[in-house]
């Protein structure tokens, strides 16, 4: 198992983001406060970018440092690159505020 960092701070968070460039099918680990999880990245993630840590399924909200920072557009495995392609933002979007 490499020993590649990641970054994940907080209890809630359903992702983490790679502090280096990783290469795909590496099996990395991520601490989420006391656990420790182990992940086979499904694809290279680049440096900065996220990647699902469990499933989250489509319309789920997406975890980043126990802030939802969007929703998945679809369901998204465990490993997998977390980005545009399956994330839609929901923060400082004015059509997606609930109007009463």
Known sequence: MAAYKTLCL???????????????HTVVRVQ?????????????IAFGHKFAIQ???????IIK???VIGKATRNIRAGEHVH???????R???DKIERK
Not at 33 to 43: D, F, G, P, T
Not at 84 to 90: A, F, Q, R, S, Y
């Open 10 to 24: 907080n209890d809630k968070d359903n992702i983490a983001v790679a502090l280096s460039n990783i290469p795909g």
């Open 32 to 44: 989420r406060k006391a656990e420790m999880i182990s992940v086979e990245l499904e694809q290279d």
């Open 84 to 90: 545009v392609h399956n994330l839609e933002g929901t």
């Open 55 to 61: 499933t989250i399924r489509q319309g789920e909200p």
């Open 65 to 67: 440092y126990g802030e």
């Open 92 to 94: 400082g979007r004015g």
